[in-house]
């Protein structure tokens, strides 16, 4: 898991929220005040005055009064197997930090909900309570060990069948299993729809660095550059991953056209050529390239016209190169 996108992703209140109601389970969510969640501090100072940072904390208010629930995020590519311990570690550390000062009216702690975001290929197996870190001494002994059970949020095995509706987690969850740019579109295409206020305007351009950053892993001779320009956006971002989806739409069509054989048609192959050229250089390239099409009656040759589109850089070097071979 690349931490730094994750901690910038997950620094938006919405993020929290979409992650809690989508996938926290218990009928506390509805009691929860959304619209006061704030970022806590991370970083915890043990009595031995060594500090060490979590990766995300929140405080969500219940029911408008003192009671919150502090929501510890921990961002994992791998599973690991003492998990549950340094759950319960950082737990102690920042009940000590609130003993300084945070504790309720009655000097009671807030309840804590630990959340394990992974994104990992092989299964998440690690225990994912302490308690299954102890081993069992018979009954008498069960009650003295300590418990503390966190949430696993496997974003590379969630169904899609049970992601929750217009979820940003769920996007995450689809950005981290998409495996060509068709599959990251479909992305850019939801969020550009679900973050359309000014006030998601930071959140929007985070995600479109990322769905640069993973374009340019999928394709990195489509985008050359190191760095996502300053001003980038998901408009941009889709814009981008429309023409390499395309291009690779556009490279499979030879083999399906062998697949399928010639009884599509050759005016449908036409139609089709005329539509991806108009898309990779403009109506009047893809206009003049259709009077060169009508003469063009060999399948084969079709698809030679089909690999032009994708090799050639300019439309100028498109209509020279598909007169040569007319």
Known sequence: MNDPIYKRIFAFPRMVEDLLRGFAKGDWIA???????QKAPAEYVGDDLRKRLGDSVWRLPLDGGWLHVLILLE????????????ILEYTVMLYRELSRGGLGPDGLRPPVLPVVLYNGTPRWSAATDVRDLVARAGPSLAPHQ?????????LQRLREDDLPLRNLVGAVSRMERSRSP?????????LQDWLRGSKDAELRRAFADWLWRLARHLQPEAVAVDSPPPSLDLEDVRMTLDEMSLEERVAQW????IQQGIEQGLERQRALLRRLATVRFGADTADRAAELL???????HLEEIGELIVRCETGREFLAR???NA
């Open 294 to 300: 009508e003469d063009v009656a060999d399948s084969d």
């Open 182 to 190: 068709g599959d990251l579109l479909s992305v850019a295409a939801s």
């Open 75 to 86: 961002f994992q590519s791998r599973s690991e197997p003492d998990m549950a311990l340094r």
């Open 31 to 37: 009691e929860a005040d959304f619209s006061a969640l």
């Open 254 to 257: 030879p083999k399906q056209w």
């Open 146 to 154: 300590p418990s503390q059970r966190y949430l696993v949020v496997d």
């Open 322 to 324: 598909m007169g040569a």
